[in-house]
């Protein structure tokens, strides 16, 4: 028995390295991603302050599982720790977290890419988490919405990949990676977490996305200081648990550190402003205390534009020089990255600097141990964008050539609603007066009563039959608003399936324009296309994916058409 603890002690992964600070980097740490009794975690947002206190952080942004509808806390300090209220929000693509947003008017959900529009819309900003998780529900994978970051490394993620199946299938003989660690935990908590990140490919990910558009890294430790035995990433209560990695353990093993514009004064309120709009601006790197503390770091880009540094802009003008100050120890190993592509590495000086060929490039820095199999990321920076010229994906579309309306005196179009067993809908078919040019418009107005209590598939709809299915035509605009904004789903049925796609409606009139190929398919139906010739009817429904049960109000559409 001594034989064999002798025999794990040495297989513990290595002590912390102890480091001082060699130069002020002007960089606050904190802990983003973690959740509260509110949700799935074990503490409360005391709890967390305090533990976050006890490891040296100085803000936590606690990100509760949930749609938006909760009003966020306002921006407190607790125990000297700057207390953040965000959200963690699932929709069909992954988990979402919103940062800085108001109280939403509707529940955000549904399709990952109007989750990311609606964060935006309402002045968010959103991270796309853990896109390696296990769970294939949880892990993000609408990498073409144009969200605002990325999170690269997910603790919970490195934790329940290698350690949680043993406890949820029951594994009578641990692997020999798990027995270490759990052996190790103990004693060196935050070393072991540390250790356990695995290489994933999302940095790659990242490179594809960054060459076009800004996207910030960061580390989220997705601290619930609880594994649940059954595995769920969502609100549960009432099933058994472990109570470890603790928060104090995960909060000892990374951090992020941003640099604000000007130092914190300790009003919370404007605190927060200022860390928000470090995060917003990628300046900030992930560090692995757990590995080696407290870090400092600092990547400049130099080049006869002028000097920039992590997460901003350069222009281009002739050759780069990059430059890397950090504390870290002599045998970690120091790399510089021009988007995927290696551009210099293996360096073990505290201040490197590197020469970069004239032209656009991403630059950022990776700083990871050594004598540790497999190496760990010690330090990830945000990049630097030098000369990029942003193009978010706009799908080109030509201007229709040809016009069909659905609604007035030229279309022969049948239109009805339909609701569920429990909620109410009627409808009205209107000529609306312009009294500003004096033009009269088609109008469908539906007045809708979602059925109060628990969304169990509430909705109601403004249905339009077609006489000859969609072949002739590749889209449908209308003008739309509502009494309240809301979403509403688009849905082309045919005899068997539904596809759709969700539109958001304002208060005031606004165009929105579907395009046939851009649809999604229902849960169930057979086609990722719809088959268009096949299509019997278009739908306007309001339903509880983006609107509370027992909500009502009226949807005005205005000069629906198809169009080609
Ligand atoms: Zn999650
Ligand atoms: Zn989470």
Redesign the pocket.
């Known amino acids: 028995m001594a034989i064999a603890a002798g025999f794990a002690w040495l297989t513990f992964p290595p002590p912390r390295f102890v480091l001082s600070p060699s130069f002020p980097d002007g960089t606050i740490p904190g802990v983003l991603h973690v959740h509260s009794t509110r949700s799935d975690g074990r503490g409360t947002v005391d709890d967390i302050a305090r533990a976050a206190a006890g490891a040296g952080l100085k803000f936590v942004v606690v990100t509760d599982h949930g749609d938006g509808t909760r009003a966020p806390d306002p921006p407190s300090y607790r125990d000297g720790v700057l207390c953040l209220d965000a959200v963690?929000i699932s929709t069909a693509g992954g988990?979402y977290i919103a940062l800085g947003m108001p109280k939403a008017p509707y529940p955000l959900g549904g399709e990952a890419r109007d989750v990311v529009e609606d964060v935006k819309r309402l002045g968010g900003f959103g991270i796309a988490?853990?896109p390696d998780s296990p769970k294939a529900e949880?892990s993000w994978r609408e990498w073409s919405a144009p969200f605002d970051a990325i999170e690269f490394v997910n603790l919970d993620t490195s934790w329940r990949q290698q350690i949680a199946p043993a406890f949820q299938n029951r594994v009578t003989l641990p692997t020999r990676i798990l027995a270490r660690r759990m052996l190790s935990y103990p004693f060196r908590p935050a070393e072991s977490i540390a250790s356990l990140i695995q290489p994933t490919r999302i940095l790659d990910q990242w490179a594809d996305l960054a060459s076009r558009r800004r996207v910030v890294i960061i580390g989220g430790a997705?601290a619930h200081a609880q594994i649940g035995l059954k595995l769920a990433?969502s609100a549960e209560t009432g099933r058994p648990s472990i109570p470890i990695p603790t928060y104090d353990s995960s909060f000892r093993t990374m951090s992020v550190r941003v640099q604000p514009e000007r130092a914190l004064t300790g009003d919370a309120v404007s605190d927060a402003t200022l860390v928000l709009a470090a995060i917003r601006a990628g300046h900030l790197y992930t560090a692995l205390d757990g590995v080696a503390g407290p870090p400092v770091f600092e990547l400049t880009a130099t080049n006869s534009a002028g000097t920039a540094r992590e997460g901003d802009q350069l222009p281009t003008g002739g050759p780069v020089t990059l430059r890397v100050r950090s504390n870290a120890p002599p045998a970690f190993s120091t790399a510089i990255w021009n988007g995927a592509a290696l551009l210099s590495g293996d360096h073990h000086e505290r201040d490197v600097s590197v020469t970069a060929p004239s032209g656009a490039g991403v630059y950022r820095v990776e700083i990871r141990s050594t004598g540790q199999t497999p190496s760990v990321p010690w330090v990830t920076s945000n990049p630097i964008y030098v000369g990029m010229r942003e193009s978010l994906p706009v799908a080109a579309r030509r201007p229709p050539s040809q016009r069909q309306p659905l609604l007035g005196a030229p279309a022969r179009t049948m239109w009805h609603v339909e609701q569920d067993a429990t909620s109410l809908a009627a409808m009205d078919l209107i000529a609306a007066a312009n009294p500003a040019n004096g033009t009269v418009s088609s109008q469908a107005r539906l007045r809708f009563g979602l059925s109060t209590g628990a969304p169990l598939g509430q909705y109601a709809a403004l249905v339009v039959n077609l006489m000859s299915g969609l072949a002739l035509s590749d889209r449908i605009t209308f003008t739309v608003r509502a009494e309240q904004p809301m979403r509403i789903s688009v849905q082309l049925r045919s005899d068997r399936d539904r596809w759709h796609r969700s539109v958001y409606v304002d208060t005031v009139d606004q165009e929105r324009t579907v395009y046939f190929d851009d649809v999604r398919p229902a849960a169930g139906a057979g086609s990722d296309k719809p088959p268009r010739a096949e299509i019997r009817s278009i739908l306007f429904v309001v339903d509880a994916v983006n609107t509370k049960p027992g909500t009502s109000g009226r949807v005005w559409i205005t000069e629906p058409t198809l169009e080609r």
Request: net charge negative; charged share 45%.
């Open positions: 963690e988990h988490a853990h949880l997705d990433d």
